[in-house]
């Protein structure tokens, strides 16, 4: 199954939100072939989804604790996300690890806590600048993936997902035979050190309508991790269209 998922990061207020996802219905729908998931801001989404009544649409949250229940202050805990409907979480975005600080050591826990909730995760890998100048894209990001994957890891739950640091946000993609290439390498290495067959890719970093055709066609991608193209229902559309 492809798969679009849209990051509202923190943007959209519940109303704005509503009326977005509103907008989204009304033009695309899921199917057994492609599926299209939000990720809200989390205190809109029991309103948006509620509201909505849809249960065609399928919610997310951009992150979670790596505690369980209890004294963390501004935390949301992977049982929360789970009990208001999200069937997803985004973990190891690189605004999380560089904003936030998150090494694998914190998104180790964070899976564990999704893990434990039977929560799908998508777990974001890429490398920075300096790195893909360098020839060494593809050791920065299998390092990313062998710091939180070991063997007692549950694949069926796990969705990769390849942005490369430097082309979010900045309406600069790698060439079209870099990301298949990249994405190529990262199936290979889970298949290699865990015996995983073809697990999910998807590739984010400056998605937009004008280019998604031509990533989506490629081999070893399974659909995109959208940013700011998600915010605009129409373009979003576009792009679940090409998938």
């Keep these: 199954m492809k798969l679009l998922v849209a990051n509202w990061k923190m943007n959209k207020s519940y109303n704005d939100g509503l009326k977005t996802l509103q907008s989204v219905r009304k ?44 004294a963390f202050t501004g935390d949301i805990s992977a049982e929360m996300i789970k009990k208001i409907g999200c069937k997803y979480v985004l973990l190891g975005h690189s605004e999380r690890r560089s904003l936030y600080f998150e090494d694998s050591k914190v998104l180790f826990e964070k899976i564990k806590r999704a893990s434990e909730q039977k929560l799908k995760i998508i777990f974001c890998v890429g490398e920075r600048l300096y790195d893909y100048k360098k020839n060494k894209s593809i050791q920065f990001i299998i390092k990313q993936l062998l710091d ?20 979010i946000g900045t309406s600069i993609t790698p060439k079209a035979q870099e990301i298949d290439s990249i994405h190529f390498k990262i199936k290979k290495t889970i298949k290699d050190k865990f015996n995983i067959l073809n ?17 989506f066609s490629l081999k070893h991608v399974d659909g995109g991790l959208i940013g700011g193209a998600s915010l605009i229902a129409s373009e979003f559309c576009k792009i679940y269209d090409t998938l």
């Design 27 to 70: 033009k695309i729908k899921n199917n057994k072939k492609k599926r299209y998931i939000i990720l809200p801001p989390i205190q809109s989404t029991l309103y948006i989804k509620d509201k909505l009544d849809a249960k065609d649409v399928f919610f997310g949250s951009q992150d979670c604790s790596q505690y369980n229940n209890g």
């Design 148 to 167: 939180v994957f070991n063997e007692k890891t549950n694949f069926g739950n796990i969705i990769l997902a390849y942005e490369p640091i430097w082309a």
């Design 199 to 215: 697990i999910p890719v998807l590739y984010g970093g400056s998605v937009k309508s004008s280019n998604s055709d031509e990533i």
